[in-house]
């Protein structure tokens, strides 16, 4: 977001030409909500190229119906139902890694990075290395990618627009000129669908439970790293990179309503904050459109209906995961990846029911806890240093689910 000398604005700068779009993850929940708006719009936006993992049927079925240029796979076992379903319809297809990195190459004028977890970091981080403005979604690469990925997206002259709702609030009223005069950030959290319960109550969820969101509909990993609070805690890593603003200055509100999704504290006592219904395809368009704004169908605020919006601090004691993702944040990128490479493989068992929901983020601490003692989260240099680091933490992980039983 520090580089705003390039505006990706279809009416300001390109005389009213349509806006070149990749969607990276477009089966996704955000993905989806954006093909929405791009479906509203039509004049407004070209997409070039859609990605997914596996959901070739799906992601098939979205380039034809958006007109993309190319579609691509990341799972090459899903290559052959993507090729027959785009067979004769000239949109391009390919699969694997590689290609998916080689896709968040051609040019364009803006990619949604809307992969979900650690595999949306090389693609991205590609795409930022050149330049092409960048709504980011995947917060991983910030989780992850941590200084690495701030510093390619700076060298490469990219301008990062945020997705996540807060950090969209919270861009949308942070005075650059004003930087000096920022005394904090406030992030709000809807505390999710435990926010009431008991520790003893949330040992036993099932991820059932843990999956209905009171607030957002979303993908099954920020689902229940909404319910843990890891979420909130991977948006403090993603603000303090976003912002440049050190851990203290970034707080955690917890605002069931999840109307105000972010505010900025000024030295003179004022506080900025936006507000809007809970729907991603607001801070999705603010994207799209920015610098200037464009309609969607989200629904219209009606304070007085609401009534009242309320306010509490976040619980650390039932919500460690939390100060654990300050406390990774503190020690550095290695451990802010480490922990992301361990929630993905401790939600994915938490899903399969092979731990609690309470294992998540105190098996999470123990990975991190090895790691350490193992000398092993050392800043990494490069890229392959920060999957090294991942791959190793996703091992841990592995063991200490298997070990721990349901
Ligand atoms: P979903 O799980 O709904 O979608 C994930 C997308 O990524 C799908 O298109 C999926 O393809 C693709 N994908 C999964 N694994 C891989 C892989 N290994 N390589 C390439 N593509 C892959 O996720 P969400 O849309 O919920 O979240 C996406 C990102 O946005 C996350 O980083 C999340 O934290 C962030 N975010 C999401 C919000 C939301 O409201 N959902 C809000 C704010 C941020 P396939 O369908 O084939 O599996």
Known sequence: MRNEQQRPDGDADRAGAPLRLSVFGATGSIGTSTLDLVARNPDRFEIDTLTANSSAAALAEAAQRVGARHAV?????????????????????????????????????????????????????????????????????????????????????????????????????????????????????????????????????????????????????????????????????????????????????????????????????????????????????????????????????DLAALGSLTFEAPDLARFPALGLARAAMARGTAATAALNAADEVLVAAFLARRIGFLDISALAERVLDRLSGQGALQAPASVEDVLAIDARARRVAGELGAAKGP
């Open 73 to 301: 796979v990341a799972d090459p076992a899903a290559y052959a139902d993507l090729a027959a379903a785009l067979s004769g319809t000239g949109i391009t297809t390919a699969a694997g890694e590689g290609a998916i990195v080689e896709a968040a190459m051609r040019p364009v004028d803006m990619m949604v990075a809307a992969i979900v977890g650690a595999a949306g970091l090389r693609p991205t981080l590609a795409a930022a290395g050149q330049g092409t403005t960048i709504a980011l979604a995947n917060k991983e690469c910030l989780v992850c990618g941590g200084d690495l990925f701030m510093a390619a997206a700076r060298t490469g002259g990219a301008t990062l627009l945020p997705v996540d709702s807060e950090h969209s609030a919270i861009f949308q009223v942070f005075e650059r000129q004003n930087f000096d005069q920022i005394e904090k950030l406030t992030l709000t959290a809807s505390g999710g669908p435990f926010r009431t319960r008991s520790l003893a109550e949330m040992a036993l969820v099932t991820p059932e439970a843990a999956l209905r969101h009171p607030n957002w509909s979303m993908g099954a990993r920020i689902s229940i790293d909404s319910a843990t609070m890891m979420n909130k805690g991977f948006e403090i890593i993603e603000a303090h990179h976003l912002f440049a603003l050190a851990d203290e200055r970034l707080d955690v509100l917890v605002h069931p309503q999840s109307v105000i999704h972010g505010m900025v504290h000024y030295r003179d006592g004022s506080v900025l904050a936006q507000l809007g219904a809970p729907d991603m395809r607001a801070p999705i368009s603010h994207c799209l459109a920015w610098p200037r704004r464009m309609e969607t169908p989200c629904e219209r605020l």
